[in-house]
């Protein structure tokens, strides 16, 4: 979603919107370093791959868009790098939601004021996934990550559900810990950058 390169109490920030690979010190030159070395702080875009056994021309022609958002201050603040880059890669989308579109045959209608249908307590963790469980469609997944780098403890709540089960899993959705749910939500702790997986069933 970003990158950062800081030095003399300043910092820059890069979200490439088209081109996500990034390459740091120094283009790709088909060596894989071990260390970082004294390489200069550089940012490098890789737009396109050219070292692979397939055959592919070291130039490659035609026109080509790679968009990439830049920004600078004097305050380090990875909360607000990562929503800029989360708002940049995924911009707001409207679309109308017709009847034919819409699972069952239900009647019910969402609350005429604003709302929300996940509500974090923490502005240090965000909502990353939202899936449904590989191996039941009754539970759903979520992950969650900590982008300010420091222990955090929040709540997550669904306005319109009630939780009935809630656990922390491994990557590939197992349950390792069973939490307690409160209601219509439920309370856990997220380390410094770490990355949550939580599998959970909710009430109709």
Request: hydrophobic fraction near 35%.
């Amino acid at each position: 979603e970003w990158l950062a390169a800081s030095g003399d109490g300043f910092h820059v920030g890069v979200s490439p919107m088209d081109a996500p690979l990034m390459a740091i010190g120094d283009i790709v030159r088909g060596t894989w370093p071990r260390s970082f070395g004294k390489r200069p702080a550089h940012l490098f875009s890789y737009v396109m791959n050219n070292y692979t056994p397939e055959g592919y021309k070291a130039a490659q022609g035609g026109e080509f868009r790679f968009r990439t958002a830049v920004w600078s201050g004097r305050e380090e603040d990875t909360v607000a790098w990562h929503r800029l880059g989360k708002e940049y890669q995924t911009p707001l989308e409207v679309n109308e939601i017709m009847r034919n579109d819409k699972l069952g045959t239900g009647n019910g209608r969402l609350p005429a004021e604003p709302s929300s249908l996940l509500r974090v307590s923490s502005p240090n963790v965000s909502l990353v996934t939202w899936k449904i469980a590989e191996d039941d469609a009754s539970e759903l997944v979520l992950r969650f990550v900590e982008v300010a780098g420091k222990t955090e403890k929040f709540r997550c709540e669904f306005p319109f559900h009630t939780v009935l089960s809630v656990g922390r899993c491994n990557a590939l959705e197992r349950l390792q810990t069973s939490l307690s749910p409160e209601g219509n939500g439920f309370a856990t702790e997220a380390r410094p950058f770490e990355i949550i997986t939580l599998r959970l069933r909710l009430g109709e």
